[in-house]
């Protein structure tokens, strides 16, 4: 499922084989949490920008439209057009960050619904059926994610269960793959690395989830309020026990800068809503750093977002028009912004594959992880 082409360091250049086609790595996917980016973006606008992978949402999804609609309509992939691969988040962020009300039991975690208060159960079988009914490529095993910093104790009894949980999610997704009439029958799951920042739970985690021989493995419950340091930290002592033959995810992760470290400390996936939600208020990523268009300093300014960028925004919109639209609430502003930051990252990814390719990822990595972040 994965090759490894080669490493620079820790960082690695490969590429994931899907059964809806093959992700050049290190690569980031595009946020769709609803089956579209928050922006006025559709699946057809990702072809134009660079995309390789769109990441749905298993718990907005099974609350609206219904995962029952959504394979009656053939599923995400021709329900949202997208025709690449699809990685579904299995929803057990949310389920932790925006249930208001939460009971977790061993059979799994029952909830009260953000929109409408309606009472939930899901647990990893409710998940892996409801990530099967959106037929996406890949699949997230159902977890829990604790707040950082938690105590050790629960922090610990955590592990354990979303590893008793992983195991029925391995289970669970098999019995489906098989099943007649199977959206996709080869359906990828990935683990999730627990542990909080305890560095002895994250590395025992690690070590007992690869044994599990999974398509891929993820970093979750990092981003989350802890120092950028102790993230990156966590990163390092986890790599090492990571199969070097599969794919490796850093989950919710992150500014551009955040994604340079990680790549260098051998991470190949990358998701984050922060370029079309930074972009929706006018914060804009360039070569240059970051750029505020509702400054009033772009008011007369007829350049392009970024001089360096070819982007279908930068090719033909002005910073002046774009802070206009801004200022006037057009939605076309918000729509432009959001292109132009998508494009950026997955411009971004491109490059530092191509640097890896050329063995000089490490002088691309020191140029400009002082750069990407700096506030213009």
Request: charged share 25%; net charge neutral; hydrophobic share 35%.
């Amino acid at each position: 499922m994965f090759n490894l082409i080669k490493t620079e360091g820790t960082a690695r250049r490969g590429e994931l084989v899907t059964p809806h086609g093959v992700v050049q790595t290190p690569a980031f996917m595009n946020v769709a949490t609803c089956g579209a980016i928050k922006g006025a973006v559709s699946a057809l606008d990702l072809k134009n920008i660079k995309c390789q992978v769109q990441l749905c949402n298993t718990y907005h999804l099974h609350l609206r439209p219904g995962d029952g609609n959504v394979r009656a309509l053939g599923g995400l992939h021709r329900f949202t057009r997208w025709d690449g691969p699809i990685l579904t988040d299995s929803g057990g962020f949310q389920v932790f960050s925006l249930a208001k009300l939460r009971n977790i039991k061993e059979e799994g975690v029952y909830f009260n619904s953000h929109i409408d208060g309606r009472k939930i159960f899901m647990g990893p079988e409710e998940s892996m059926t409801i990530q099967s009914n959106l037929g996406s490529t890949i699949a997230m095993a159902f977890d829990e994610c604790v707040e950082n910093p938690s105590p050790y104790e629960y922090t610990r009894d955590s592990v354990a269960r979303t590893t008793r949980w992983l195991k029925r999610c391995a289970a669970k997704l098999a019995e489906l793959n098989r099943s007649p009439g199977t959206l996709n029958p080869e359906q990828m799951l990935f683990g999730i690395n627990q542990g909080g920042t305890y560095h002895d739970l994250r590395t025992d985690h690690m070590k007992e989830i690869a044994e599990l021989d999974l398509d891929g493995y993820a970093i979750g419950g990092l981003a989350v309020g802890e120092p950028t340091e102790v993230m990156y930290e966590i990163i390092e002592t986890v790599e090492p026990f990571a199969p070097k033959n599969k794919i490796r995810y850093l989950m919710g992760v992150g500014t551009p800068v955040n994604i340079l470290e990680s790549v260098a400390r051998g991470v190949d996936l990358f998701d984050c809503v922060m370029p079309s939600r930074n972009a929706r208020h006018g914060q804009l990523f360039t070569w240059q750093g970051v750029r505020n268009i509702n400054n009033a300093k772009y008011e007369l300014d007829d350049a392009p977002i970024d001089p360096d960028c070819d982007c279908p925004v930068c090719r033909s919109f002005s910073r002046a028009y774009i802070r206009h639209l801004m200022k006037s609430g057009e939605m076309l502003g918000m729509r432009l912004a959001v292109l132009h930051n998508l494009y950026f990252y997955n411009n971004l990814m491109e490059i530092i594959r191509k640097e890896l390719d050329n063995g000089t990822f490490h002088d691309f990595y020191a140029k400009y992880r002082e750069i990407l972040g700096t506030r213009i």
